[in-house]
């Protein structure tokens, strides 16, 4: 009964459009949606919907919630599950906004003791249902939407990603082939961005995804959006993997 009710709620919701105010303050921060077409607004207006109603938001630091925070966020977040047959991001609950990049509490070991530090973010996603994210950094990400920058979808990726269980660098991807080809063609890609990083390389792809596959995985789906033409030339297999998971091919609709 509660799935029932719970498709019932989403499908009004999809059905619901954004208003003129809505519009207004999406069409000035998310440049990225000029980019779509117009089936694709209608079904992203639906998600946003549906992002909006079952997500919780709180503001830390002393930021005040608006909707432009909500919508803007939101509106990113949901272009990665544009013409997907996905949930949406069930493991989410609550996203902590802050005005700008925040410090954490972090330990790190030197010369084998442990010291306690300060640990400035820009944004984090966790497995225990939260994204946090700084406003400003979220704001200028959303408009410059051709710099590879963007820490919506980087933390949101993350999402998709812990979503079998294990934030990874491989998201449910429903077949064996699937995943075969995932590990192949990225687990290459990953091993050269590393190397180029070590040996003082240069490369078109952030270095911060060599952390680990996890990391990896969310900067090459901030290319995928943001720098999609570079990608598919520079990195046709792996531009070819994310088109697959993501249902997209932003490379063309850029063109």
């Known amino acids: 009964m509660f799935d029932f009710l719970k498709r019932r709620k989403r499908e009004a ?5 954004l208003n003129a105010q809505q519009r207004a303050i999406l069409e000035r921060n998310v440049p990225y949606l000029k980019r779509l077409t117009e089936a694709d607004r209608q079904e992203l207006d639906g998600l946003i919907q549906i992002f909006l109603a079952e997500k919780e938001f709180e503001g830390c630091g002393g930021l005040e919630l608006t ?4 919508l803007t966020i939101a509106a990113q977040a949901c272009i990665l599950l544009l013409h997907r047959e996905t949930d949406m991001y069930p493991d989410l609950d609550v996203i902590l906004v802050y005005p700008s990049a925040y410090k954490v509490p972090a330990g790190h070991a030197e010369g084998g003791i442990v010291l306690e530090g300060n640990q400035t973010r820009l944004g984090e996603s966790w497995t225990r249902g939260i994204v946090v994210l700084a406003w400003d950094h979220v704001k200028s990400g959303a408009a410059q939407p051709a710099d590879g920058q963007n820490v919506v979808l980087h933390e ?3 999402q998709l ?5 294990a934030m990874d660098g491989a998201p449910d991807l429903g077949t ?5 080809s995932w590990a192949h063609v990225l687990g290459d890609e990953f091993a050269d961005l590393s190397e180029r990083i070590h040996s003082g390389r240069p490369s078109d792809i952030d270095q911060y995804g060599a952390t680990n596959p996890a990391e990896f995985f969310a900067v090459i789906t901030e290319m995928f959006f943001e720098k999609p033409v570079a990608l598919r030339k520079r990195h046709p297999e792996l531009y070819e993997e994310l088109a697959g998971f993501y249902h997209q091919d932003p490379a063309t609709e850029s063109t």
């Open 67 to 70: 909707d432009e925070i909500r």
């Open 13 to 17: 919701l999809k059905q619901t459009p």
């Open 156 to 158: 949101f990726a993350h």
């Open 176 to 180: 064996r082939a699937r995943y075969t």
């Open 161 to 165: 990603d812990g979503e079998d269980g």
